[in-house]
């Protein structure tokens, strides 16, 4: 009867508060097998391997707290290994990174990573051994030797707390070691990887701190209360891992989340993601709302209706408009809603007193444990007749305790539990939830790194190397420093021409003025821009009186280089900014103002060159595409300057052009005053380099301008944000500017303004 009337109660709605799904694909299976036919055999940077081996014994000294004992050990010394390693590790992810795109392989960054774990977690038991190797010796030196007995005691007390510590010191090292990585992932190359793949192909932020890498018992006790919240064991006990998430499963099925095939949903992504379905746990029914529960931000959305009345208090002081304000109040309701469905089922459960208990003993249970387990210790608080048992256990554990062997600090707790009052007990419950959340999620993370790390076959024998190198099934990961300098051949190339406007008629005024126009040209032009040429990996071709023509290569087998156009738009956007810069100054000081026409080509080959003695020549048709590309018409110049201050290219064809038949000649027709136009070829280019994504801009006429944006990274690490439009090319009469019609071409700008950019940082802000 109670279950018929419950159907008539409306269910929490889920719909409005914005929950995550959390949700990546990883798999290995397009990778070639090592060769032993069952392993990826990997080889990594031995600068790693070495400077991985210092920094771990070091962390290992340092978290067994026994620097005593090594005469050598400075802290200072472990900080200096720790910046190096950081600093190699960066370059070995940073090469994994670069081979993934060079292959079109996103599977070899994943490769690089696991393996890089793989070697992070074999190093802390290797070392861990080590210690206790150094250990012992010392002890039986100080015996043979007769040594004062108060050290030979000191040695030996130490070595039994570091063997009995043993799994505190493991998961202390092995927690600052991943932290140290997980900075390097997400502070150093998250950018870069943001640059060249999917958003689904870039593992989580999380996915390296996890304290379940660092223990060989996920049940354990003292590793759960420490890292999580205790759980029960037995299958009897209401809160194991297993009866918790049933719980939680049966009560969200019972929203419209669970009421509106979210299991079809998440079956058609599986089937869609055929490779991939191994991410998802087995048993698809007892896991249907694994995404939505392993991100842990949810559990805030779904239940924590006490920040959501903070947040209204705050709106509503700053006078809100009422439509967000209804919608807070509306969250609010369905929070409470679902966090009082939940606190009542998992009190009927007897689950609630053992969450409660949980957490209220963490700041007394180390008194007592052990010899005690803290299970023990929490069904004292929560069951009568566990209390009477261990009650008398104590009596006989006084006897090698003493007196500090008290209850008092237990019943103390008992009271604090039974004290707290039900919006206490319900932030508990939400804490809890926050806890399972972590857990669920890193089991589900940790499974799926084992099983990439037992497929990996870490090399180091030399001729197995030779043997896997040789049959092309090894992925190696080295720093620059340690691939074999060679001089690779080059296979394509970029061309960036920049020409002044005007620079005849800025000579002859300052001419008039007895200026010098040369000097004024080359602190203002040519010497800033030499300046900068590193950071993008070019070179100067030639400079003319009024112009620069720059070249990027890419060379065979060098995936570190293949960001040719990328750069060459970087580098062309940081031109104009150099110029506006001086620009600036030069109105200050009454002098002329440069105005600039950009091109950059793309050639699918090598340039040719010949000798004038010691000078080397380039020749190349994309020197005079580029030149093509960044000139500009007179008669358009004045009819469109200063028209459109968000663009600054527009491309047009001569409506004669098709009474020219066969015609070589490129006629088409540009305004390009401080434009950067991009070729075809250079954008399909482009494409394959970075990551770029589509968004639409509403331009002030109501045009929806096609926009492609992306991030350029540069030589030196930093990234640089770019936006390409692309447009039509309209026919037009050129004697009157008559537009006659759209044509199938298209062209590229490389955007400066910084509207735009604006747009496009606040879109990625909002997501």
Same mark, same amino acid.
């Given at each position: 009867m109670l279950s018929f009337l419950e159907s008539f109660k409306q269910q929490p709605s889920l719909k409005n508060l914005s929950l995550k799904r959390y949700q990546f694909f990883y798999s290995l299976d397009k990778l070639a097998l090592g060769v032993d036919n069952?392993?990826?055999d990997v080889h990594i940077s031995p600068q790693v391997c070495n400077t991985l081996k210092r920094t771990v014994y070091l962390l290992m000294i340092k978290h067994s707290e026994s620097e005593d004992f090594f005469n050598d050990y400075k802290r200072e010394s472990c900080e200096i290994e720790k910046e190096t390693l950081r600093r190699v590790c960066t370059g070995v992810l940073t090469d994994g990174i670069n081979r993934a795109k060079s292959a079109n392989?996103?599977?070899?960054?994943?490769?690089?990573? #696991?393996? /890089?774990?793989?070697?992070?977690?074999?190093?802390?038991k290797d070392q861990y051994k080590n210690l206790i190797a150094h250990c012992e010796p010392l002890l039986r030196m100080h015996q043979l030797s007769r040594h004062n007995q108060d050290e030979i005691f000191i040695i030996k007390d130490k070595l039994a707390d570091i063997k009995m510590h043993r799994n505190q010191i493991i998961r202390l090292v092995g927690k600052e070691l991943f932290g140290l990585l997980n900075d390097v992932q997400v502070k150093i190359l998250r950018n870069l990887r943001e640059t060249h793949f999917r958003p689904e192909d870039i593992l989580p932020d999380n996915y390296f701190i996890n304290p379940l890498l660092h223990t060989d018992n996920s049940a354990d006790d003292f590793f759960l209360i420490e890292e999580y919240v205790l759980f029960g064991q037995r299958s009897k006990d209401p809160d194991n891992f297993t009866n918790v998430k049933l719980t939680i499963n049966e009560l969200l099925g019972k929203t419209d989340m669970g009421q509106e095939n979210t299991d079809k949903v998440l079956f058609a992504e599986v089937s869609k993601n055929k490779y991939q379905k191994d991410n998802f746990l087995p048993d698809t029914n007892q896991n249907v709302?694994?995404?939505?529960? +392993?991100?842990? $931000?949810?559990? &805030?959305?779904?239940?924590?209706?006490?920040? $959501?009345?903070?947040?209204?208090?705050?709106?509503?002081?700053?006078?809100?408009?009422? &439509?967000?304000?209804?919608?807070?109040?509306? %969250?609010?309701?369905? %929070?409470?809603? /679902?966090?009082?469905?939940?606190?009542?089922?998992?009190?009927?459960?007897?689950?609630?007193?053992?969450?409660?208990?949980?957490?209220?003993?963490?700041?007394?249970?180390?008194?007592?444990?052990?010899? +005690?387990?803290?299970r023990q210790i929490r069904e004292f608080l929560v069951d009568f007749w566990s209390r009477i048992y261990i009650t008398h256990q104590q009596?006989? /554990?006084?006897?090698v305790y003493g007196e500090a062997f008290s209850l008092a600090p237990l019943k103390q707790t008992i009271k604090r539990i039974n004290s707290r009052s039900t919006t206490e007990k319900k932030q508990h419950l939400i804490t809890f939830l926050k806890k399972f959340s972590q857990y669920n999620r890193d089991l589900y993370n940790s499974r799926i790194l084992r099983d990439g790390m037992s497929s990996i076959n870490l090399v180091t024998e030399e001729n197995i190397i030779l043997l896997s190198r040789e049959n092309r099934s090894l992925y190696e990961f080295l720093l620059p420093e340690e691939r074999v300098k060679e001089e690779r051949p080059i296979v394509s190339h970029v061309i960036i021409k920049a020409d002044i406007r005007g620079s005849m008629e800025i000579n002859n005024i300052m001419i008039k003025?007895?200026?010098n126009p040369a000097s004024y040209f080359s602190l203002n032009f040519f010497d800033p821009i030499s300046a900068i040429l590193s950071e993008?990996? !070019? !070179?100067k071709v030639f400079i003319e009186g009024d112009a620069i023509i720059l070249s990027i290569f890419e060379n065979?087998? #060098?995936?570190? $280089?293949?960001?040719?156009?990328?750069?060459a738009c970087g580098l062309a956007i940081k031109i104009l900014q150099i110029v506006r810069s001086y620009n600036e100054k030069n109105k200050e000081n009454n002098l002329p103002i440069l105005e600039l026409g950009i091109g950059i080509c793309y050639s699918d080959g090598p340039p040719t060159f010949l000798f004038d003695g010691d000078s080397r020549i380039m020749i190349s048709s994309a020197i005079n595409l580029a030149d093509r590309l960044s $000139?500009?018409?007179?008669?358009?110049?004045?009819?469109?300057?200063? %028209?459109?201050?968000?663009?600054?290219?527009?491309?047009?064809?001569?409506?004669?052009?098709?009474?020219?038949?066969d015609s070589a000649e490129d006629t088409s027709l540009r305004y390009n005053v401080n434009g950067i136009e991009l070729s075809v070829d250079g954008f399909n280019k482009l494409v394959k380099e970075i990551n770029l994504k589509k968004v639409i801009y509403k331009a002030g006429s109501g045009e929806n301008v096609n926009l492609y944006a992306g991030k350029v990274p540069t030589v030196i690490g930093n990234y640089q944000q770019l936006a390409v439009r692309e447009a039509t090319v309209y026919a037009i009469k050129p004697e009157t500017m008559e537009v006659t019609g759209e044509t199938s071409k298209k062209y590229y700008e490389v955007c400066t303004n910084r509207e735009i950019y604006d747009f496009i940082s606040n879109l990625s802000t909002i997501k």
């Open positions: 069952i392993h990826f392989e996103v599977q070899i960054d994943f490769l690089c990573q #696991t393996a /890089l774990a793989k070697l992070f977690l074999k190093e802390i709302f694994d995404p939505w529960i +392993m991100e842990p $931000s949810n559990i &805030d959305r779904l239940f924590n209706y006490f920040d $959501s009345q903070e947040l209204y208090k705050n709106l509503k002081k700053a006078k809100e408009s009422k &439509d967000a304000l209804q919608k807070i109040r509306e %969250q609010i309701k369905n %929070q409470r809603k /679902l966090l009082n469905l939940f606190f009542r089922k998992f009190k009927k459960h007897n689950l609630l007193k053992q969450i409660i208990a949980s957490f209220e003993m963490k700041e007394v249970y180390g008194v007592y444990c052990p010899p +005690m387990q803290p009596k006989r /554990l006084r006897s003025r007895k200026l993008y990996d !070019a !070179a065979e087998n #060098t995936p570190q $280089s293949s960001y040719s156009v990328a750069r $000139s500009c018409d007179k008669k358009i110049r004045k009819r469109l300057k200063n %028209q459109n201050p968000l663009f600054n290219l527009f491309e047009f064809k001569n409506a004669m052009e098709e009474e020219i038949a």
